[in-house]
T-cell receptor
Framework: DGGITQSPKYLFRKEGQNVTLSCEQN?????MYWYRQDPGQGLRLIYY???????QKGDIAEGYSVSREKKESFPLTVTSAQKNPTAFYLC????????????FGQGTRLTVV | AQSVAQPEDQVNVAEGNPLTVKCTYS??????LFWYVQYPNRGLQFLLK??????LVKGSYGFEAEFNKSQTSFHLKKPSALVSDSALYFC?????????????FGKGTKLSVIP
C-alpha cells in the first residue's frame, strides 16, 4: 500500500529536549516537505528537499533540523531552540515537477509538557 | 514571492445549497493552483488542480474550481453541499517560473454544512 507514513501520531516532549519526527514514503518521490500547522495560521513550510543529500530552509526553519540520507526518509528534529514547538506537523512528498500535487502523511501532534 | 489569500475564515451553507470557498493568489510567473481538504486530526487530501488549459477544473467528490487570471482567483465550488463536506479547505500555489517546487498554502477556510 503506497503512501506516506508519519510516526508517532502523538508525541510529548519535555522542555529542553530534542525530539525527532519520522516521515517515510514509498511513492518514489524525489521531493519531500515538512509543514507546521497552527490554528488560524494555515500551513507554514519548515524545510523541503528536492533530492537526496540536499535540503532548503522554508519560512520558519529556526529551531528545526532535517536530514535526507535516503530518498524514502526525511526526518525532522525539533530542537530545544524552538521556543514554541507545540503544533501539528505534516510531512508531504511530490514528484519533482511544479505541476504535480503533493501527497500528505497523517500528521504528528507534538505537545510540550 | 508567492502568496495565497483565503479571505473567509469560515463559510456556512445549508445542505443542498451551492457552496463557494474563495482563494486569490500572487505569483511572478504563471501559477499552478491546488485545492486540498483536511478532516480533523488528519493530513491533507488533494481535491483538484489547475495547470493550464480550461479555466474550469473538475475534481474529487463533485468539487470544481474556476481559474480567473484577470482577478488572480481560484474559487472552489460545488453545486449542492453535503453535510459530509464539512471540513477545512486549503488553497495552494506554486510559481511555474520559479526554480524550486515550494508550495505555498493559504490559512484555510472552515466549511460548515448545516443539515
Amino acid at each position: 500500500d503506497g503512501g506516506i507514513t508519519q510516526s508517532p501520531k502523538y508525541l510529548f516532549r519535555k522542555e529542553g529536549q530534542n525530539v525527532t519526527l519520522s516521515c517515510e514514503q514509498n511513492l518514489n518521490h524525489d521531493a519531500m516537505y515538512w509543514y507546521r500547522q497552527d490554528p488560524g495560521q494555515g500551513l507554514r513550510l519548515i524545510y523541503y528537499s528536492q533530492i537526496v543529500n540536499d535540503f532548503q530552509k522554508g519560512d520558519i526553519a529556526e529551531g528545526y533540523s532535517v536530514s535526507r540520507e535516503k530518498k524514502e526518509s526525511f526526518p525532522l528534529t525539533v530542537t530545544s531552540a524552538q521556543k514554541n514547538p507545540t503544533a501539528f506537523y505534516l510531512c508531504a512528498s511530490s514528484i519533482n515537477q511544479g505541476s504535480t500535487e503533493a501527497f500528505f502523511g497523517q500528521g504528528t501532534r507534538l505537545t510540550v509538557v | 514571492a508567492q502568496s495565497v489569500a483565503q479571505p473567509e475564515d469560515q463559510v456556512n451553507v445549508a445542505e443542498g445549497n451551492p457552496l463557494t470557498v474563495k482563494c486569490t493568489y500572487s505569483v511572478s510567473g504563471n501559477p499552478y493552483l491546488f485545492w486540498y481538504v483536511q478532516y480533523p486530526n488528519r493530513g491533507l487530501q488533494f481535491l483538484l488542480k489547475y495547470i493550464t488549459g480550461d479555466n474550469l477544473v473538475k475534481g474529487s467528490y463533485g468539487f470544481e474550481a474556476e481559474f480567473n487570471k484577470s482577478q488572480t482567483s481560484f474559487h472552489l465550488k460545488k453545486p449542492s453541499a453535503l453535510v459530509s463536506d464539512s471540513a477545512l479547505y486549503f488553497c495552494a500555489v506554486r510559481d511555474s517560473g520559479a526554480g524550486s517546487y515550494q508550495l505555498t498554502f493559504g490559512k484555510g477556510t472552515k466549511l460548515s454544512v448545516i443539515p
